[in-house]
């Protein structure tokens, strides 16, 4: 079991509040390390869900020279991070600013990376789950759940995984009973005997009773640690849980899958 001091580094310190133009949810720190080749940069990343920073992603109609047609891209807006400083290690005594870039999102899986636009290195980042061992996950394991709920700094809510196979649009989902809140979409739900990140919070249930609705907040459905890792893996960012790549390395695979793509996409053309 952790001490308070490393539930404060591992569960407190790695989460985020993510801004949009439209939205305010969470995010959190998964990967912060020195750029490959660049003498004392550094570059840091920060999950969160893709319904959080959706209104920044709008898909126009644009003319691709090399196509010789036009093709659909994406125009991506500007979410802002906000990071929390600390005194006598719980109390928030200010934060700061930074413009992020979405470098990654999918709309179906609901997640998307945002790389935090700044040098400087974030010493405390979340540990993912082991992505081999995800199968030893189960039901009444404690769990903490940290996120921005209603705008706030981030909350500290504990409960239990209380279940697996929820399937909701299609896509599987871990059900929890650490209470989660409007705003709190992108933050982490933690094992609470390690401190390792083992899902994103992403809905929460709403009961109807006539002509109103109740938030059932101790109710809520967590993007599982498993959709993370294929999701990064799916979009060639896998610097972030692996150390055997660089982000340079993934880079260059992302740019060749580019190339093969539009490869593709001309001889289906000429067929």
Partial sequence: MLDLKDK???????EVRVRSGKALGSGTILYSAPVPEDDGRHETYVLT??????DLIEIKDQWDSVLRREVKRDILGTPVIETFEYDYWSRVIGGTTYEAS???????EDLA??????PRAFEHVATMYPRDKVESLTAFMSVVTVGCGMGNKPVITFGYISGFGYEIDGRDFIQASAASYMGNSGGATFLEETGQFV???????VAQFGFSADVVSHIGFIIPVWR???????QVFQFVYDSEYTSLQCKELRAEKRDQDQQRILREEER
């Fill in 8 to 14: 404060h580094r591992k569960m407190l310190y790695p």
């Fill in 49 to 54: 869900n893709e319904h959080v920073v959706d």
């Fill in 102 to 108: 979405i470098v990654a999102y999918d709309k179906r």
């Fill in 113 to 118: 990376l945002l790389k935090v636009r700044t």
């Fill in 199 to 205: 899902g994103v919070p992403a809905r929460i249930t």
């Fill in 228 to 234: 993370a890792y294929q999701f990064l893996e799916d």
